[in-house]
């Protein structure tokens, strides 16, 4: 299936597709779906069609801006110390909070480790991601409580996880579906090749949700592809959709469409959320050595909050006190993450030799019992 | 099970039977449905289960571990079939940085009852890829256990266990002795990861896994015309590994000599070597020996009685032993 948006989204998104992504041959840029410019206008499109009330496009607004804060906030705590690494996720919360939204409780999301937007549509708490970044844990939130996979950091490893995971899905009879994340630098993993591959033969209930923003660290997405990546699904068989990734309504519509696509029998859906990572790869990374602070300032005009900011206050549906209230809760949040990562304890050592299986191990205990008796050895003494 | 079962005819049988018991099991592999698997070890399966349970999957061996972990997230207990040992690399990744870490990092939450079968070693003669000895990869990577069977008993019984265990198991296939024959008994006799006295001795102990196990009885009952009693054990489980049987044995025998296809260097020997040397010191009448592969890569079949330990070169360790 090919989706075609309305002229009108396509002619407003045609000057932010980068000439490389033009489709070779044709003037026509990549199609994009978008349901909500960045100017705030709400357009329609009749192949997404989305029909959302006062209540929830403010509770959209309130995901956006508390993603946003908790991500600055974990930047700061890394600059304080308090974190090994973080990896924001700055430009790209329309992507998230709108598919993460999309999903029914039963669904399951398989993350990269820049999810933190879907984490918090799954109401995984803030602090759980960040005992990873701070190194107490490897993660360690139990999956299945929230349906929400731990991060992988392997790119592209975990689309296998979520296409074996959905496999199972239509093994049980069951009507849930998955989202595999993974990113533009992903796209060229075997992996999620393989994934697609699975997916499409087993059709298995997976919508495969590629966040292109623009840069896998250092590299654009020309060293991954020579196609827009949406295309590539169907050379596998099933389809494949552009939107616009800072557009939270669209990538709602759109990723709902798709969950239901795949929950209905309809094989898998790649989704290409078409975005732009405003910040580093990570807090080591410096983006100034390879790309043009012009191209930043230009993807700024395209903010997904301040857009869905603008259609609230245009179509007067948010006043000044709901402002202030998500502004109000953001510093709770803010207050909140940085106290709880500030008092996080270390672990105990012997987390080591935890959970490396589910059975006794003869050799871990023998090595956990030479640790303890090592460990007892300065009790009481001066190393200790 | 009475009579006499082929080692191959023995891991059908326990496919068939985990299969039975409990309806999360599923079979995946490349061949395995209607052809049974290049080796015929799920002949007969996808037939009596249907092709929901015993899956043809794409050529892709990092996407089947790679699906087999998210078919455990969601509750199955898969068993993987690959195809020849060579061809389980493009899964390493897979099997090294998701399966064999995935409870650790879930700290519990999530459990990964995933058996890997690989027809693994050498001596049938194919072209290369076909005969490798990796072992040592899967030992060293704390997560995986690996265990390989030498008879037709521990074929079955030790597979129903792998596949029961709750941890991922690399379960090694001495492909080379499929069509060696053995009683099955209606039970195990051990844990998965006991090690076996196969043959006891007095004056050394050789200790082989899988396809050497057969090797070294044969130097044992060769060695005994020379009026040398052998003791021979059967490692069994490579991770973990049974110390307390090896260290009874090596203290009764005072000397002790690792066998097995995989190269030397670096190989489960060095670890058997030093561990036992660290546990029996005092009782050793000479170091631990290891007869192995060479450090190359596996050679043309047309020479790969040379590259393998056979009782010759079994035997003229012992000699080596003896003379210490």
């Known amino acids: 299936m090919t989706v075609k948006s309305t002229a009108r989204a396509r002619k407003k998104a045609a000057p932010g597709v980068p000439d490389n992504l033009r489709i070779k041959g044709t003037d026509a840029p990549p199609e994009l779906v978008q349901l909500l410019t960045p100017e705030g206008e709400r357009v329609e499109n009749p192949e997404f069609p989305l029909a959302i009330t006062a209540d929830e496009l403010r509770s959209l607004y309130r995901d956006l801006v508390l993603v946003r804060r908790f991500d600055a906030e974990a930047t700061s705590l890394q600059r304080q110390g308090e974190l090994g690494l973080w990896a924001s996720l700055l430009g790209q919360e329309a992507a998230q909070v709108g598919s993460g939204r999309a999903m029914r409780p039963g669904d399951y999301a398989f993350p990269t480790y820049r999810e933190h937007g879907v984490a918090w549509c799954r109401d995984v708490d803030p602090l759980n991601l960040l005992g990873m970044f701070r190194g107490v844990n490897h993660g360690g939130w139990d999956p299945n409580e929230k349906n929400f996979h731990l991060y992988t950091i392997v790119i592209g490893a975990q689309t296998l996880h979520a296409t074996g995971y959905a496999m199972g899905i239509t093994k049980d009879g069951a009507d849930d579906a998955v989202i595999a994340y993974f990113g ?90 078409f975005t732009y990572r405003m910040g580093a790869h990570t807090t080591s990374d410096d983006p100034t050595r390879y790309r043009l602070s012009e191209e930043t300032e230009a993807w700024k005009a395209k903010d997904p909050i301040t857009r869905l900011k603008a259609h609230l206050e245009q179509e007067g549906l948010a006043d000044e006190a709901f402002f202030a209230g998500i502004e109000a809760e953001s510093e709770e949040l803010g207050l909140r993450v940085r106290e709880g990562v500030r008092s996080m304890p270390d672990p105990d050592p012997t987390l080591i030799f935890d959970h490396v299986y589910a059975e006794p191990h003869a050799l871990v205990e023998e090595e956990r019992a030479e640790y303890e008796a090592y460990a007892a050895s300065f009790e009481g003494g001066e190393n200790h | 099970m009475a009579g006499q079962l082929s080692i191959a005819k023995a891991l059908n049988d326990a496919l068939r039977k985990s299969l039975e018991n409990d309806p999360k099991t599923v079979l995946m592999g490349e061949d395995i449905g209607k052809l049974g698997g290049v080796f015929r070890i799920t002949d007969g399966l996808q037939k009596d289960f249907g092709e929901d349970r015993v899956m043809d999957t794409p050529l892709a061996e990092s996407g089947i571990m790679g699906t087999a972990i998210g078919l455990a997230l969601r509750g199955y207990r898969p ?67 690996v265990v390989s069977p030498a008879s037709a008993q521990d074929a079955h019984w030790m597979l129903r266990q792998a596949i029961e265990s709750d941890d991922p198991v690399i379960f090694l296939e001495p492909k080379r002795r499929y069509w060696d024959k053995g009683e099955v008994a209606d039970s195990a006799d051990l844990p998965l990861h006991a090690a076996r006295v196969v043959r006891p001795g007095t004056d050394a102990t050789l200790i082989a896994y899988g396809p050497m196990v057969k090797v070294c009885l044969e130097a044992a009952a060769a060695a005994e015309e020379d009026g040398h009693r052998l003791e021979v054990v059967d490692l069994r489980s490579l991770s973990p590994i049974d110390f307390d049987t090896l260290e009874a044995s090596l203290k009764r025998t005072g000397r002790g000599i690792v066998v097995h296809e995989a190269p030397v260097f670096m190989g489960m020997g060095a670890e058997l070597a030093a561990r036992l040397t660290e546990r029996c010191f005092y009782h050793l009448e000479a170091p631990v020996l290891r007869v192995g592969g060479y450090h190359a890569p596996y050679p043309p079949s047309r020479v790969e009685e040379s590259f393998l330990p056979d009782l010759d070169r079994v035997l003229d360790a012992v000699d080596r032993a003896l003379a210490f």
């Open chain 1, 184 to 273: 533009d630098g992903a796209s060229s993993q075997g992996d999620v090749s393989e994934a697609f591959t699975f997916a499409s033969v087993y059709n298995a209930p997976v919508v495969f949700f590629c966040q292109n923003n623009q840069w896998a660290i250092s590299e654009p997405t020309t060293v991954q592809t020579r196609i827009p990546l949406y295309r590539r699904a169907s050379g596998f068989g099933f389809p494949g959709v552009r939107v616009d990734g800072n557009d939270v309504l669209a990538c709602l519509a759109v990723t709902r469409w798709a969950l239901d696509h795949a929950r209905n029998g309809g094989g898998p859906v790649l989704i290409e959320a």
């Open chain 2, 79 to 145: 068993v993987v079939e690959i195809q020849f040992d060579g061809f389980v690399y493009p899964a390493f990744d897979q099997i090294v940085s998701q399966l064999a870490k995935m409870h650790a990092r879930a700290l519990g939450h999530v459990k990964m009852p995933v058996t890997v079968r690989i027809p693994y070693a050498g001596g049938i003669g194919a072209v290369e890829h076909h005969s490798e000895s990796h072992e040592a990869y899967f030992a060293h990577t704390a997560g995986l256990r």
